[in-house]
């Protein structure tokens, strides 16, 4: 079992940065697929980013060059670093964990552990 733990989300205007983290717990972190997602109010959950256990990254057309995904296996953490953000990018991001770094990256029906997210909001 990995329990997933999302922080440093917030408040920020419009054109300015957030850096998210997620800290996993268990010795196999290194072996997962890591990725973001993203639920905004009334909308579907909507892949961000991802991150292979062999450090391959893929993004979302929408945070293509402004959002950045990236992991420090020896502190089980995974980050998302968003600049330039929109008031697009509002909503609960959520950190997922995939044990069979499988292909699908953008399902989150690929992953099986989930953390219970973090808000990040963004005014005008």
């Known amino acids: 079992q990995v329990q997933l733990v999302e922080s440093g989300g917030g408040l920020v205007q419009a054109g300015g940065s957030l850096r998210l983290s997620c800290a996993a717990s268990?010795?196999?972190?290194?072996?997962?697929?890591m990725g973001w997602f993203r639920q905004a109010p009334g909308k579907e959950r909507e892949f961000v980013a991802a991150?292979?256990?062999?450090?391959?990254?893929y993004y979302a057309d929408s945070v293509e060059n402004r959002f950045s995904i990236s992991r420090d296996n020896a502190r089980n953490t995974v980050r998302l670093e968003m600049n330039s953000l929109k008031p697009e990018d509002t909503a609960v991001y959520y950190c997922?964990?995939?044990?069979?770094?499988?292909?699908?990256?953008?399902?989150?029906?690929?992953?099986?552990?989930w953390g219970q997210g973090t808000q990040v909001t963004v005014s005008l």
């Open positions: 991150i292979s256990r062999g450090r391959f990254t």
């Open positions: 268990g010795r196999t972190f290194s072996s997962y697929a």
């Open positions: 997922a964990a995939d044990r069979n770094d499988g292909p699908r990256h953008m399902d989150p029906h690929e992953y099986d552990y």
